[in-house]
C-alpha cells in the first residue's frame, strides 16, 4: 500500500470532517444558501472519496462467482405446488352455489366500499354548460371597479367578471376594444369572449393588438377575435364561447345573457 | 463483538445460512450496473428533505397577506399554501437550501430511472425472466413523474397553478365520466379550494408509499433472480461473478450514495430552481409567459402542444383534442414500454431465459426501436420549449411547431435507420463477443499453446 494513497483517503476524510464543522457553523450563524450547501456538499464529496480509495486502495480485489441455482425449484416442489393448489380450491368450491355466494358477497362489499368516493366532491350537475353572467350583469373588474365604454382604448384588453361573482373561473371575461370597422359582432368596437382557452383551461392572458389575436400562453392556441374568436392556430379545437354585451341607458357595459357555448376545455357532454 | 452479535441473532432467527449467502453475494463489476442504485440514493434523499419540507408546508388555500422578508410581495394576498412556501423559503434557516435540494433530487430521481431504464433495455436485461422486474420499472418511472408533478404542483405559485389547470382538463377530456372525474378530485368547481389538501396526501404519503414499496418489490425480485452480466471469462448463463457484496461492493455503493448526495446538495445551494415568488401567486385569470413544466412533464406539454385539434363528436357527446396527447398518448406509451419484453420474445422468437447481456449492437432492431423512441420522446421534450426557442431561431413559432409535428414522424424513422445501419456493421465487424475464444499457455519452449475454451 502506498502511502499516498492512505494520505489521499485520509485528506478526503478530513475533508469531509471541515465540510460537516462548516455546515453546523454556517446554520449557526444563518449564513447563506450557497455556503450551506457547499459546505454539506463538500462533507459528502469528502466520503465519497474516501469510499472510493477504501474500495480500489484498501480493500483486496477479489471476484466471487454466485452459482445461479434459485431459480426454478425441484421438479418433485413444482409438480407438490400444484397439486396442493388444485386440491385446495377444489376443497374449497365443493359447495357450488355456496361458492357462488362467498364470490356476490366479497363483490357487493366491494361495491359497497366504493360508496364513499361519491363523497369526494358533489357531481357537476349542469354546473360546467353555465356561468354566472346574467342578462344585465355589468362587468366588473377584479379590482372591483365596474368597466364604462369610455375606459377602454382602441387596442386594449381588460379581464371582467359579473359584478356578484368576481373571481368565478367559468365566469371569466376578457373584453377586447378592436379599431373602428374591424371585426363582426362587435359593440362601438368592443367585443367580449370567455378567457378559459378551450384546448386545457389556461387563461388566454396574451393580446397581440397588431393582428387582433388572442394568444394562450400554455400552448398557444391564437383566437382571432375579429372573427368570432375562431382557431387560427395552435391545438385548441373550438373558438372561444362570446359573452353577448349591450350598453345599457346608464352607460355602462352590461352582459346581454350568457355565454354563447360552455366555456373551458371540452369535455363528453358538450355536444 | 460482530461474532456475538451474529450468533445471537442467528439463535433466534436462523439468518446465519441466508447472511452467509448474502455477504458474499456476487455483484458484476461494470459500472452501468450501479445507474439504478442512483435512483435509491435520491429517494432517500427525497424523503429525508420532504419531511423537512412537511414539517412547514401547509396545503391551504385560504387568503392570508404576505407579511415576510421578501420585499416585491410584501403586503399581497396570498394563499396560505404559497405563504407558507415563502416563509420556508426565505425565514426559515436553510429552508431554501433543503427545498431547492428536494426539487433537484426529484430531478435527478427521475433522470435517473431514465438512463438506468435505457441500460436495461440496450443490454437485453429485461428478457425471460426478468420481464415482470421490468414492469415495475415502467410503473415506477411513470410513478416518479406523477410524484415529481403533484410536488411542484403544491406551493400554489401562478406556474404551478397553470400545470394543475391542465391536468384537470385532461382529467375533464375523459369520455363519459370526465365531467364528473374532475369534479371528485377537486371537491366542486376550479379553482378548487380542496384539491391542494388532497394533492399534498398523495404526494407525502401515497405516492412515496407506492414508491418504496415498488422500489421494494424490484429490489427483491433483482435480489431472487440475481445480476445479469456482460459475457466474459467464467461468466456463463448459470454463473454470475463479480465482487463480493461486503465489502468491497459495498464500499463502491457507499461512494456513489455520498457522490449523489454530494451533486444534490451543490445543485441545490447554487442553482436555482422553481423560484415560485418570481412567478407570483396562482389567479386563474392571470398566466407568465413562457410556462414551462419541469422537464420529466415537459414531454406531455410538448405533445399538447404539436397535437393537431383533432376533436370528435360522437353520438352528441364530444371527445375533446386534448384526449389524445394528454391521455391517450402516454398510457399508450406507458403500455408500450411494458410489454415490449413481451413483443420482442414474441417477434424473435425467443423464449429462452437469458442471463448473459446482449452489447446494444448485438440486436441492430431493438437498438434502431429504442433510439427511435429516444427520439420521439426528445422531440415532445423540444416542442414543449417551442415558444422559448423563436427567441432565437427568428422563425413564426406556428412554422416551428409544423416542424415538429412533421419531425415527431420522420426523425425517429431516421434514428431508426441509421441506428440499425450503424448496428448492423459493427456486428459484421466482429469483436470480442462473438470470436472464438481461446486460452493461450506459455509452453517450455517459450511458444504458446491455444486451447478453446
Known sequence: MRDERLRAIAAALALSMAGSIAFAAAFWMHASTQILGASIGAACIGLAIACLGWARWILPYEQVVDLRDTVPSPEQDRLDQIDAAVRGSAETTRRAWLTRMLVAALGTLGAAALFPIG???????????????RRGSRLKRSDGTIVRPEDLNVGSVVTVYPEDAVGDYNSMAVLVRLPDGVGKGTLDGMIAFSKACTHAGCPVALYRASDCKLVCPCHQSAF??????????????????????AIAQDGYVRADGDFNAPVGPGFWQLS | MIRRLLLWTDDRFGTATFLHHALRKAFPDHWSFMLGEINVYAFIVLVATGVFLAMWFTPGTA??????????????????????????????NGGLLIRQIHHWAAN??????????????????????????????????????????????????????????IAMSILQAVPFVGEDLAYFVQGGVWPSAVLLQRLFITHVFIM???????????????????????????????????????PIYAFRSFALQFAVISVCCLLGAFVQINP???????????????????????WLDGALRIFPPFSLHIFGHYLPAILWPGLVLPLAIMGLLAVYPFAEAFLRRDRAQHHLLDRPRDVPLRL??????LTFMALLLFAGSGDLQVRYVHLPLYDVVLGYQIAVFFLPLLAFVIAYALASG?????????????????????GYDEEPV
Not at chain 1, 363523497?119 to 353572467?133: E, N, Q, Y
Not at chain 2, 429485461?126 to 420499472?137: S, Y
Request: aromatic residues 12%; charged residues 15%; proline residues 9%.
Open chain 1, 119 to 133: 363523497a369526494l366532491g358533489p357531481p357537476p350537475g349542469d354546473a360546467p354548460m353555465h356561468s354566472r353572467w
Open chain 2, 108 to 165: 435527478i430521481f427521475v433522470a435517473g430511472i431514465v438512463v438506468h431504464a435505457c441500460r436495461i433495455f440496450f443490454t437485453g436485461a429485461f428478457r425471460n425472466p426478468r420481464e415482470l422486474n421490468w414492469i415495475f420499472g415502467t410503473l415506477l418511472l411513470f410513478a416518479g413523474i406523477f410524484e415529481g408533478f403533484s410536488g411542484y404542483s403544491l406551493p400554489d405559485d401562478l406556474l404551478s397553478g397553470l400545470g394543475l389547470r
Open chain 1, 224 to 245: 382571432d377575435v375579429t372573427d368570432g374568436a375562431r382557431v387560427v392556430d395552435g391545438p385548441a379545437d373550438r373558438p372561444l364561447p362570446q359573452l353577448p354585451i
Open chain 2, 63 to 92: 387568503d392570508v397577506v404576505y407579511t415576510g422578508p421578501y420585499a416585491p410581495l410584501y403586503g399581497r394576498t396570498v394563499s396560505e399554501a404559497y405563504n407558507t412556501v415563502l416563509h420556508l423559503s426565505f425565514a426559515v
Open chain 2, 368 to 373: 434502431a426501436f429504442g433510439c427511435a423512441f
Open chain 2, 276 to 298: 415560485v415568488w418570481l412567478w407570483g401567486p396562482y389567479d386563474p385569470s392571470k398566466a407568465i409567459s413562457p410556462a414551462q413544466p419541469d422537464w420529466f412533464a415537459g
Open chain 2, 208 to 246: 412515496p408509499a407506492l414508491i418504496a414499496g415498488g422500489i421494494t418489490v424490484h429490489l427483491m425480485i433483482l435480489w431472487r433472480q440475481k445480476h445479469t452480466q456482460f459475457p466474459g471469462p467464467r461468466r456463463t448463463e448459470e454463473n454470475v461473478v463479480g465482487s463480493p457484496l461486503f
Open chain 2, 426 to 446: 459493427l456486428k459484421r465487424s466482429g469483436g470480442v463477443h462473438e470470436a472464438e475464444r481461446v486460452r493461450l499457455t506459455r509452453n517450455a519452449d517459450g
